[in-house]
C-alpha cells in the first residue's frame, strides 16, 4: 500500500515570506512517481511538477522549488517570496504501477496556504 | 475554452432525486476520471475510463452510475443519494489511462453536490 502524508493541514505566511510545504511518502515500489497540484478557490486542481524515483534533482521553477530526498522519502515545496495568489490548498500525490498497464495515483490530504497582503 | 469543463457547478437534490454531473473535454485525452473530495479526506478515486471503456471501479456504491459515450464526454448519474455524498466531485483527464500516474492529470473546476 502507497500513502502520502502532508502533516501541515493548515499555513499562514506574511506576503514576501518563504514557506515550506512538506511531503513524505511511503511505497514499496522502486519505480514511482511524485507530483503537487494546487488548488486556488475556484476549485480545479492544477499541475505543478511530475517528479520520477529515479530523477533526485531538485528542481527551480520560478519562485517554485522542490527538493526531492529518497532516504527521507520526502519531496517537499517550497515558494519563495509568497504572494496573495499562492493562497490555496496545496497536494502532493504518489503514483506507481499497479499492474495491467494502470498507475495507482494517491493523493495527500492537503495543505491550504494562505498568504496575508 | 477550458481543458476540462464540468457542470452544473453547484447542485443541491434531495435524496430520492435523481441528477447527473456532466464532464467534457477539449483536450483529445483518451482517459477520463470522477474524483470525490470530501473534507478533511484525501482525493478518492471513483471511477476511471479509457477509450470510453471503464478500466477501474473503486468500489463505488451504485447509487452512482458512469457513463461515457465518447473519450470527450462523461458523466456521473446520481439517484437516490445519502447526505454523506455531498462533496466536491471533480473530473480530470489524461493522454492515457496507462499513464495516469506517469503523465499529468488535467482537471475540471468541480461540481459541488449538497445532499439534503
Known amino acids: 500500500a502507497q500513502k502520502v502524508t502532508q502533516a501541515q493541514t493548515e499555513i499562514s505566511v506574511v506576503e514576501k515570506e518563504d514557506v515550506t510545504l512538506d511531503c513524505v511518502y511511503e511505497?514499496?515500489?522502486?519505480?514511482?512517481?511524485l507530483f503537487w497540484y494546487k488548488q486556488p478557490p475556484s476549485g480545479e486542481l492544477v499541475f505543478l511538477i511530475r517528479r520520477n524515483s529515479f530523477d533526485e534533482q531538485n528542481e527551480i521553477s520560478g519562485r517554485y522549488s522542490w527538493n526531492f530526498q529518497k532516504s527521507t522519502s520526502s519531496f517537499n515545496f517550497t515558494i519563495t517570496a509568497s504572494q496573495v495568489v499562492d493562497s490555496a490548498v496545496y497536494f502532493c500525490?504518489?503514483?506507481?504501477?499497479?499492474?495491467?498497464?494502470?498507475?495507482?495515483?494517491?493523493f495527500g490530504k492537503g495543505t491550504k496556504l494562505s498568504v496575508i497582503p | 475554452e477550458t481543458g476540462v469543463t464540468q457542470t452544473p457547478r453547484h447542485l443541491v437534490m434531495g435524496m430520492t432525486n435523481k441528477k447527473s454531473l456532466k464532464c467534457e473535454q477539449h483536450?483529445?485525452?483518451?482517459?477520463m476520471y470522477w474524483y470525490k473530495q470530501s473534507a478533511k479526506k484525501p482525493l478518492e478515486l471513483m471511477f476511471v475510463y479509457s477509450l470510453e471503456e471503464r478500466v477501474e471501479n473503486n468500489s463505488v456504491p451504485s447509487r452512482f452510475s458512469p457513463e461515457c459515450p465518447n473519450s470527450s464526454h462523461l458523466f456521473l448519474h446520481l439517484h437516490t443519494l445519502q447526505p454523506e455524498d455531498s462533496a466536491l466531485y471533480l473530473c480530470?483527464?489524461?493522454?492515457?489511462?496507462?499513464?495516469?500516474?506517469?503523465?499529468?492529470?488535467?482537471f475540471g473546476e468541480g461540481s459541488r453536490l449538497t445532499v439534503l
Open positions: 483536450l483529445g485525452h483518451n482517459a
Open positions: 500525490a504518489l503514483s506507481s504501477y499497479s499492474g495491467a498497464g494502470s498507475y495507482q495515483l494517491t
Open positions: 480530470a483527464s489524461s493522454q492515457e489511462a496507462g499513464l495516469a500516474g506517469s503523465g499529468e492529470l488535467f
Open positions: 511505497t514499496r515500489d522502486t519505480t514511482y512517481y
